[in-house]
């Protein structure tokens, strides 16, 4: 999992933020702002994480379901818990096989595991984020076939939701957790041209959150602008948090880039003393060069051969 979808999971995991994500989307899409009013808000709740990968189909990103209020449902006489099922699924770059790949993690996410509702399986919504540079749209391929027919072809509600959309007024009306995650995915391939959108973001996020929730959230958005941030903007890391006695989203993230690093650094190290080796360079002279012991470079050597 990439970083990208690391901090995608990081934030919209909490269910609040995605309320509020979904509520903005009801804005946009009449078809959705239906669905929505017919939900109990307080009903909303993440699907566990051993529900959201299936041995077929890898990750689906986000997984949400919520009740439908009983007011709403058609037969009174017979009762029956009805639920929604949310999918979220973030793309950094063109993807499309998108659908398909929804269309996986519907069957087996909502119907195969989550037979809660009726014979065939949990009505759903499908929400693309997409944050790439270039412009794209997987849905246009549905828009080949009649408006009435369009709603067939998908065994559910399917959205995209571009953030380079999303204006910064819009962002002045969301959240502080909530505008944080859309400013660094919206400007994570340009942050150098968006300095006061940030500084606007990192104030709110100051102002409007406890210390270690904002600190947790600095440090993933930090992680997943690798390093910019705190480059820029250290100011915003020098506001005298206490920080937890447990280790925060942002730590995971953190020391999960950190190791590849490490890891990328160490191997090109034993690459540059395999080369050394085949050209024959006495032992001391590739310790040395290196840095790696003696016991390494033997045992480099040895699996070479």
């Not at 007011?71 to 818990?81: I, S």
């Not at 490490?262 to 032992?283: F, I, Q, S, W, Y």
Request: charged share 30%; hydrophobic share 40%; with cysteine.
């Amino acid at each position: 999992m990439n970083s990208h979808d690391s901090f995608c999971r990081g934030v919209l995991s909490d269910v609040p933020t995605f309320l509020e994500l979904a509520r903005f989307l009801t804005t946009r899409d009449a078809e959705l702002d239906a669905i929505f009013n017919l939900l109990d808000k307080e009903s909303f709740r993440r699907v566990p994480g051993d529900f959201s990968d299936t041995e077929k189909t890898g990750y689906a990103d986000l997984v949400f379901t919520a009740d439908v209020l009983p007011e709403f449902l058609t037969d009174k006489a017979k009762p029956v818990e009805v639920c929604v099922g949310f999918l979220v699924e973030h793309k950094s770059a063109r993807d499309d096989d998108v659908l398909d790949q929804l269309r996986k993690y519907h069957y087996y996410l909502m119907e195969s595991k989550l037979k809660a509702n009726a014979e065939k399986g949990i009505p759903s919504v499908a929400i693309i984020l997409y944050n790439g540079k270039d412009n794209w749209n997987p849905l246009k391929k549905l828009k080949a076939y009649p408006r009435e027919l369009q709603r067939y072809l998908l065994p559910f509600k399917c959205i995209l939701l571009n953030v380079k959309d999303i204006s910064d007024q819009e962002l002045d009306g969301f959240s502080a957790r909530l505008a944080a995650f859309i400013c660094a995915m919206k400007y994570i391939w340009n942050p150098e041209g968006s300095r006061d959108t940030f500084r606007k973001v990192l104030e709110r996020i100051r102002k409007d959150l406890s210390e270690s929730d904002a600190l947790d959230l600095l440090l993933q958005m930090d992680v997943y602008l690798k390093g910019w941030l705190k480059v820029n903007f250290m100011e915003a890391f020098k506001m005298d948090f206490v920080r937890p006695n447990y280790k925060t989203v942002g730590d995971a993230l953190r020391e999960q880039e950190e190791a590849v690093k490490k890891a990328a650094r160490e191997e090109g190290v034993k690459d540059t003393a395999r080369r050394m080796l085949a050209k024959n360079r006495p032992l001391a002279e590739i310790v040395e060069f290196t840095g790696l012991s003696e016991e390494q470079v033997k045992k480099l050597a040895t699996s070479k051969s």
